[in-house]
Every structure is written in structure tokens, then in C-alpha cells.
């Protein structure tokens, strides 16, 4: 399994420094900005944060709506205000790929240095149909909702949230993962449970793993594939014709078989379910 683990111990430390330290930290200053940039069909965003959530769903066509506030907390409102100047939204657009990244002063990218000042900006964002998406943040959970998209989201201590999407990977260390996509690639965190539904009646390749937490997955009935599950601790259950999971081990070939897909925990259960026949089509409303 793919990690984004090189850096847990060190995030870990930050984050739990902040969460005592916010209390002390008396004073804010926020503030709000909104961006429409043009894109044409088949475009791609990138956004790159730090602190903070983001939030991504399908808007008109034509162009990408950005909405981000930062807030920082400090121990005077002298200080917040100057640090509020100092973290910078930047955002470029190069033929039709649109980049936004948040920057933050040298001094609170240090480990060890926070002067006094907690910062978080946060997202929200619209795109038209069909355009590529990739979300990361270090801490603040991610939350898609795109029917039409290619969706990668990545983040370390925070959830990730996919309501719609047409092929979806993601990552996360802390926090649990809850989609809903026509297909999925790798979608993996350490900490937590996955729960999910791929719409595809021929499902691509995919990989879904945890260390600690429980795995829910729901396919159509009728979806041909192959399911290689296996846990060490907790039961196996498929309630699919052709699956006879055995106590830490399931291998089924699905309506005559297909591609793999790999179903992974060490300390969780397993559950591959059949999806009602009269399942909603992504990104439609229940």
C-alpha cells in the first residue's frame, strides 16, 4: 500500500501543538476572497493547502468559481492582521490547467516555530463538468461532489468525502473515506474506516485498503470482477451469488469475472455488498 506517511510523526506533533495552543489564542482577523477564472472543456484544477478544508462540486460551464477564507488566530489582533497579509492565495492558469496554492511566511513553515499563530484557509470551489480534479491538504478533510470528474484527493489528518465522481483515488493517513464513483484506482488511508459504492457494471483495476478500521464496499449485482479480500483481525461477509468468503479470505470471480478488486485491513471487517436494483445513477439525488 501507497503511504503519505513520511512526514505522520512530524504532523502529528503540529498538530497536537496547535490543539493546545488554539485556546490561547484569543485574537482573529479573516479574510475572504472570490475568484471566476474562464476554462474550457476538458480543463484540470489543482489546489495545494495546507490548513484547512476544501470543498469542490460541479458549477456552470465555462468557468472555475473560488471562494477561499483565510482565518489566523493570535495572541493580539496586531499580530493576526500581519500574519493574514503574509499568507498568500496564489493562483495561475496555464492553457487550461488552473493551479491555486496556499503559501504560508517562512516562520509557519517551521516544526518547532509557530510564533503564537494558528492559520486555516479554506475552500470552496466550483467547476464545470468533466473538469480533472487533484485536492491536497495536510490538515482539513476534502469533500467532492462530481459527477463527470477524474477525482484525486489526498490529505494526512482529515477525511475525505466523494459524493460523485467518474474515476476516483484517494489517500489519507487519519481519517475515514466515504464515496460514491462509477470507478475507483487506489483508495487507501491508515487510520480509519472505508465505506463506498462503485456504480460500474465492469469495475477498472482497484485496490481499497486500511490498517485500523472496517471496510463496507457496495457493487451492483449484476457488476463483473473479480474480489480478493483479506483482513487479519474481524470477519469477511459477501452477499453476492458465486461468494463463499472463508474466516480472513475472500477470492470470487463475479458474473464470470473481470478486473481485480483488492480489499485490504489488518484490524476491521469486510463487507462486499449488492447494491439495490434500483440504485440511483451517479450524482443523482436519493
Do not use: W
Amino acid at each position: 500500500m501507497k503511504r503519505i506517511a513520511t512526514i505522520i510523526l512530524a504532523v502529528l506533533f503540529i498538530g497536537g501543538t496547535l490543539g493546545c495552543a488554539d485556546t490561547l489564542l484569543a485574537a482573529s482577523a479573516s479574510k475572504r476572497m472570490e475568484k471566476t477564472i474562464p476554462i474550457a472543456e476538458g480543463g484540470s484544477l489543482t489546489i495545494e493547502n495546507v490548513n484547512g478544508f476544501v470543498k469542490i462540486s460541479e458549477g456552470k460551464a465555462g468557468s472555475v468559481h473560488i471562494v477561499a477564507e483565510k482565518v489566523v488566530k493570535a495572541l493580539d489582533e496586531a499580530k493576526a492582521r500581519d500574519y493574514l497579509k503574509k499568507v498568500a492565495i496564489r493562483i495561475s492558469a496555464k492553457g487550461n490547467a488552473i493551479e491555486v496554492k496556499t503559501h504560508y511566511p517562512r516562520r509557519l513553515k517551521s516544526f518547532f516555530n509557530f510564533g503564537g499563530v494558528s492559520v486555516v484557509v479554506n475552500y470552496t470551489v466550483e467547476v464545470p463538468a468533466g473538469t480533472k480534479l487533484s485536492a491536497t491538504s495536510v490538515n482539513g478533510a476534502l469533500s467532492v461532489d462530481a459527477p463527470g470528474s477524474v477525482v484525486n484527493g489526498e490529505t494526512t489528518n482529515g477525511s475525505i468525502t466523494v459524493g460523485a465522481a467518474k474515476l476516483l483515488s484517494a489517500s489519507t493517513v487519519n481519517g475515514r473515506i466515504r464515496f460514491r464513483a462509477e470507478n475507483i484506482g487506489d483508495v487507501e488511508t491508515t487510520n480509519g474506516g472505508i465505506k463506498g459504492e462503485i456504480l460500474s457494471l465492469k469495475p477498472a483495476r482497484a485496490s481499497v485498503a486500511t490498517v485500523n478500521g472496517g471496510i463496507t464496499l457496495t457493487i451492483r449485482p449484476t457488476a463483473a470482477l473479480r474480489v480478493s479480500a483479506s483482513n487479519v483481525n474481524g470477519s469477511i461477509t459477501c452477499d453476492l451469488p458465486g461468494a463463499a468468503p472463508s474466516k480472513h479470505q475472500l477470492n470470487a470471480d463475479l458474473n464470470g469475472g473481470g478486473e481485480t478488486l483488492s480489499v485490504e485491513t489488518v484490524n476491521g471487517s469486510i463487507k462486499v455488498l449488492r447494491a439495490a436494483p434500483a440504485a440511483a445513477q451517479v450524482g443523482s439525488k436519493k
